[in-house]
């Protein structure tokens, strides 16, 4: 079973930045999008964002122009860089890879989630 590690988490001032990564142990199959997610205290899960295997991005509103998500292919690797963080920001962050095995059989892998508390 593939792993999703996580990490890049932490306790930033409001202002400050982070840079999440997500590393799976190994990859099989096709990767078709790299996403991350958070959950705050009382609140549903909500996708921040995503990038599709082509490069393709797509952002919640609320962290447009403030947040990046990028891929490394050679590694399969993806980031989250955080900047000007706010206090709304404070979840728990879990990254997310789906893809497909082989023709019919898809992947969904999850990672266990790193804290993001901004706060002054």
């Known amino acids: 079973q593939v792993q999703l590690v996580e990490s890049g988490g932490g306790l930033v001032q409001p202002g400050g930045s982070l840079r999440l990564s997500c590393v799976p142990s190994?990859?099989?199959?096709?990767?078709?999008?790299m996403v991350w997610y958070r959950q705050a205290p009382g609140n549903q899960r909500e996708l921040v964002a995503e990038?599709?295997?082509?490069?393709?991005?797509n952002y919640a509103d609320s962290v447009k122009g403030r947040f990046t998500i990028s891929r490394d292919n050679a590694e399969n690797t993806v980031y989250l860089q955080m900047n000007s963080l706010k206090p709304e920001d404070t979840a728990v962050y879990y990254c997310?890879?789906?893809?497909?095995?082989?023709?019919?059989?898809?992947?969904?892998?999850w990672g266990r989630g790193t804290q993001v508390t901004v706060s002054s």
């Open positions: 997310n890879v789906r893809g497909v095995l082989r023709p019919g059989v898809p992947i969904n892998y």
């Open positions: 190994r990859t099989a199959g096709v990767i078709n999008a």
């Open positions: 990038i599709t295997s082509g490069g393709s991005t």
